[in-house]
């Protein structure tokens, strides 16, 4: 039973609640519409309403169930976004690039989402690496800015850059429409921290989405 009431009242919208549209698709959960092209929250992978008009979505990939790439541009700025969304449970990440031994990893350029304990995987950061596929994860390396998220089962991380800032592999004949594909390969561990993966994938390639065009004549890089 109810100790105080108080009915026959209204509920006004506030003067900064406007509509100038009718909102998101069905997919996404109401936050502010990001315009920084990464994803949004834990529970929202990007798609074209999460991007403003000079970020482009170049190629998604989920070569591992659940484990998912987007490759996103920021062509005004010549910048990439390699950004990761899956689960926390283990350890995942995507390499670019050809690679000494075919269908294996040593040589390619790997975005990782990992943590620095076996068991917990509340503070999971992007990591990068030249892959080695004979011992540990191969040589750690430090490019451009990075992000990672933790809620609950899901993780979301990014890095964005310049497309030729890794020397191990440069982005820009893709980004710019010389190549419309590139080698990708994709692994993942039991644990959340980085070892040995228990689900490799090598020997595929990503290519570049339709929607991703190049409105001009860009100039092809070597090595890319």
Request: glycine share 12%.
């Amino acid at each position: 039973v109810h100790t105080t009431t108080n009915g026959g009242q209204t509920l006004t919208r506030p003067a900064t609640c406007t509509c100038s549209d009718t909102g998101n698709d069905a997919t996404d959960f109401p936050s502010p519409a990001p315009t920084d092209g990464t994803v949004d929250d834990v529970t929202d992978a990007p798609t074209a309403d999460d991007t403003d008009d000079t970020v482009d979505i170049c190629g998604t990939a989920e070569l591992i169930t659940g484990q998912i790439l987007y490759v996103l541009r920021d062509a005004t700025n010549k910048q990439v976004t390699i950004s990761l969304q899956g689960s926390s449970d283990q350890w995942f990440g995507y390499g670019f690039g050809p690679t000494a031994d075919g269908s294996g990893m040593t040589g390619a350029f790997g975005v990782v989402l990992t943590s620095g304990s076996s068991t917990d995987s509340a503070d999971m950061a992007v990591a990068q690496y030249l892959l080695n596929s004979a011992s540990g994860p191969g040589t750690s390396l430090s490019y451009g800015t990075t992000t990672a998220q933790v809620a609950g089962s899901t993780v979301t991380g990014s890095l964005t850059m310049a497309y030729d800032a890794a020397a191990e592999f440069d982005f820009t004949d893709f980004l710019t429409c010389q190549v419309d594909s590139i080698d990708l390969l994709a692994a993942q561990g039991s644990g959340p921290n980085m070892a040995v993966h228990s689900l490799p994938v090598g020997g595929q390639t990503l290519t570049r989405a339709a929607t991703c065009t190049c409105s001009d004549e860009p100039t092809t890089t070597a090595g890319a």
